[in-house]
């Protein structure tokens, strides 16, 4: 297994004739949110990636491994809820009222000018449909927001916090909160208020 403990984000400083070169991996957000996984590239090649804890891989990051050579990552496709405003019924608005309330629940959101994404969850997907917005499951890459005040790439920063918090019914990615509050800060990549707000549908 070819061991690798140093990224590049976004490949800096990297002659563009290097990153055609490079072998690549392509991994989906569940993965690339982890510090520590393996992963096979595009040579077949074992890989032990070990980084710094805390540390999320984004689409174009650059893996360098024990001999030096290069592994460009990409982001996979995977399952995804693409969330647009109706342009009948609607105005742009609704879509940062959608990412309010969402980053009220602590759920990893892609923000982009005219959608957000989400990963898949049919409890959120009726609130957002109840606000009148158009849910479309899709297959795309995802990345998430970065935390505001943490180290670029940490998506939750639960793992720098060195704790993990075991939600009932979720994983320990930190996804989907539902009417929890937890009280204390964390450098979420995602906006929240603090509190949650009760949404009504009819507001």
């Known amino acids: 297994m070819l061991t690798t403990s140093k990224l590049m984000p976004q490949g800096a400083g990297l002659a563009p004739v290097l990153l055609k070169r ?45 001999d030096g050579s290069l592994i460009r990552v990409l982001a996979a496709p995977q399952d995804v809820l693409r969330i647009t405003h109706c342009t009948a019924h609607g105005t742009p608005f609704d879509l940062i009222r959608a990412a309010y309330h969402l980053g009220n629940r ?25 606000m009148h917005l158009i849910v479309t499951p899709v297959a795309e890459a995802f990345e998430p927001e970065g935390g505001a005040y943490g180290a670029q790439g940490q998506a939750h920063g639960h793992d720098h916090h060195g704790h993990s918090h075991d939600h009932h019914g979720h994983d320990d990615h930190g996804h989907a909160h539902h009417g929890h509050d937890h009280g204390h800060g964390h450098g979420h990549g995602h906006t929240h208020a603090g509190h949650h707000d009760g949404y009504d549908p009819q507001r």
């Open 22 to 66: 490079a072998a690549t991996v392509e991994l989906d957000w569940d993965v690339r949110q982890k510090s520590r996984f393996d992963a096979t590239d595009s040579q077949g090649r074992q890989l032990g990636v070990f980084l710094p804890r805390g540390t999320a891989v984004r689409g174009g990051d650059v893996l360098v491994a024990e």
């Open 106 to 130: 602590h759920v990893p959101i892609e923000l982009k000018p005219d959608h957000l994404k989400i990963e898949p969850d049919h409890v959120l997907a009726d609130m957002l449909r109840a």
